[in-house]
Structures are given as C-alpha cells and as structure tokens.
C-alpha cells in the first residue's frame, strides 16, 4: 500500500502542487454545486498546471508556477519528442493527449468564450471531471511508482468528499442514515439528483406516509428558507446553491 506520511507529489514544487490539488478540489466542488461553467474552466486550469509539471518533468528544472503555452495543443504535441528511455509513454503522449481533449471543451464548447458550440452542460462537465481524475491518477502513479489501483484510490483520498450517502436501487433511492429528520433525507437526496425530482417520488424515496403533509411539513419550510425550490403546479422540487451549502456543512456523511 501506499505510505501515509508520504506527502501527495511531494517532488513537484509547491508553486505547481498547490495549485493543482486546489484547483482538482474546486473542480470538483463545482461539479457538486451544479455550476457546469465553473468546473469546465477549473479543467481548463488544471491543464495548464499539468503541463507545467510534465514540462518540467521532461526538462529536468520544473518552473516555479503554471504556466500556459502559447499553443496548447502543439505544446501537448511536442511532449511526444521527449526521450522515451527516460519518460514513459504516459507521460510523453497519454496524458498530453488527454490533455488536448480537456483543454478542447475548455476553449471551444462554449466555456471559455462566446461562441462555442454547447453551452455548458452537465455531460461535458461530467467529462471533464472524470478526465481529471484520471489524468490526476497517472500523475501519483508516475511519480510515485505505484500501481493504477493504488493511484486511484489516492485521488479519491485527495478529494474533499462531502458527498451525502445515497443508496441507489432501480428507480428507488434511500440515505443510509436513518437518524436523519425528514428535512434533511429530502435535501441529502436532492442534493444527489442532477435533474428536479417529483414531489410525489420524493415522498416515496424518505418513505413519507402523506403526500399532503410532506408538502406542509417538508417542502414548503425547506421552499420557504430557500434551501430548495419548489414549484407547486409542476409538482417538481430542485436543490438550491445554499441547499447544498447546508448538505455540505452541516448534514453529516457517513452512517
């Protein structure tokens, strides 16, 4: 196993490492919030700081802070020139490529300017994300010398989980915490749904015996201090951004 008080990329300067997990943290926190525009432009970030590193790396003298690249993709191209008895082909070409791709929905999906394509959505956030972590884990295997396995479990150690524990069973959902008021299952659940939920299948998912009450009782307190939206002529609920602030803050995640 990995040791613990081994320090994560402990060989990169702290002017690129900082930055790097910060940024992978605020991805992800993004992504959580439901603010697709802001965690695409954090894998933009973490790009350039990535590259920074494998620059350095393939240099033998990494800069002192991120730095991008005139031309990113022929930037992520002439990694590919590195020296491949000293470099692995992850670091000259898998990861530089991944990179292009991260940087491609930054720059020309409607993300970091106007004009793109799409506008930012959570499948292209979802991407990005999911590129990031891997990208993120072939960095701790490289550096480190681990396995893939090894390296993934690191990354999910480096997160900043605040992720509420949701069962999900076909088209059920539970929190495994029963403890939990009626209030806050409803927004721990929430909180875990992309789109709005049904006031009815949310009743079904905190096993609520009256849809009636549940919308006195639940919905409309929780409407009403603006931790979610309600609408009651659609029958749909939504978490608002100070509703996952409380999820995050103040409900506990773990059983």
Request: aromatic content about 6%; hydrophobic content about 40%.
């Amino acid at each position: 196993m990995f040791p613990t008080e081994v320090r994560i990329l402990d060989s990169v300067p702290d002017g690129l490492r900082s930055p790097l997990i910060d940024t992978f943290n605020s991805l992800l926190r993004n992504f959580r919030q439901r603010r697709w525009e802001p965690a695409e432009l954090n894998g933009g970030k973490l790009t350039e700081i990535v590259y920074s590193i494998l620059r350095g790396r393939v240099d033998g003298a990494f800069p002192a802070k991120p730095s991008k690249p005139r031309n990113m993709v022929d930037a992520c191209k002439a990694l590919e020139n590195a020296d491949a008895v000293k470099h692995s082909r992850s670091l000259r070409v898998q990861i530089p490529r991944m990179l292009i791709a991260l940087y491609e929905i930054r720059s020309n999906r409607g993300v970091g300017h106007a004009g793109g394509d799409v506008n930012p959505n959570h499948m292209d956030a979802a991407v990005v994300i999911q590129m990031s972590k891997w990208v993120m884990a072939e960095l701790i295997r490289l550096f480190h010398e681990v396995d893939t396995s090894v390296a993934t479990l690191i990354v999910e150690r480096l997160t900043t989980r605040t992720v509420p524990i949701v069962w999900e069973t076909g088209a059920m959902r539970r929190v495994l915490n029963p403890k939990l008021s009626m209030k806050a299952q409803t927004l721990v659940l929430l909180n875990s749904a992309v789109n709005r939920v049904n006031e009815r299948e949310l009743a079904k998912w905190v096993e609520h015996s009256n849809n009636s009450v549940f919308r006195k009782s639940v919905l409309m307190p929780l409407h009403q201090e603006r931790l979610i939206e309600y609408d009651a002529s659609l029958g749909t609920v939504e978490i608002s951004p100070t509703g996952v602030d409380y999820v995050e803050t103040r409900i506990p995640t773990e059983v």
